[in-house]
């Protein structure tokens, strides 16, 4: 009975102290809000103390009701924090990280203590709206060189000969077939003068 007790108290603590994540997409250049809000009904601002990480490790930025403390801040995030201290009293500890880049990328976590709680945010980092149109438009471009309607002025030059090179065949088989015809005919004659020649009731 008591092993029970025991175990469901144990359950119950890590239940209240599991991590919910949310996921979060911005562009790069942009800014983004981080979202952390305490589940406590009786916070004491005074009591609380409220820290950022990414990826674990790096210190994006720490809370205290009244102040950031910032001596220990990643240089990768000075001057691009903004904190919202009239939400503290809310218990709203929200962070906003501006002029985005692709190392901003990553889980970011917000712990609060004393009440054990964590709140993570899966930053996604896209590409920016201008980085997209230069995008399509390279991409149209490569579609419009693929067209088939767009003749290259080699392929032009090739169909020009092909092209020509038939027309010169033509003209070379009916040239043959005239040829032909004539010599036909001229042996027709040949062979009729002859047969005249040959046959004495013409004269």
């Known amino acids: 009975m008591v092993i ?3 175990f469901i108290c144990v359950f119950a603590v ?15 250049g942009a800014s983004v809000l981080l979202p952390c809000s305490s589940t406590e009904h009786d916070l004491k601002l005074q009591d609380t103390d409220v820290s950022w990480r990414h990826n674990g490790s790096k210190i994006v930025c720490d809370l205290t009701p009244y102040s950031n403390l910032l001596e220990l801040q990643d240089p990768q995030y000075q001057n691009r924090i903004e904190t919202f201290p009239l939400e503290y009293e809310k218990g709203n500890f929200s962070i906003k990280l501006t002029d985005l880049t692709h190392t901003d990328a990553g889980k970011y976590t917000c712990y609060i203590t004393p009440s054990d709680e964590q709140k993570t945010v899966q930053l996604i980092i896209n590409e920016s709206t201008a980085e997209k149109g230069n995008t399509t438009t390279d991409q149209e471009n490569q579609g419009e060189e693929s067209r088939p309607d767009i003749v290259e002025p080699s392929t032009l030059w090739v169909l020009v000969c092909i092209s020509l090179i038939g027309v010169i065949v033509l003209i ?5 077939k005239n040829i032909s015809r004539c010599l036909m005919s001229s042996a027709r004659s040949v062979g009729s003068d002859a047969q005249e020649v040959m046959n004495p009731c013409t004269y």
């Open 172 to 176: 070379i088989i009916c040239l043959r």
């Open 14 to 28: 890590l239940i209240h102290k599991v991590s919910l994540q949310e996921t979060v997409e911005a562009v790069i």
């Open 4 to 6: 029970s007790c025991c």
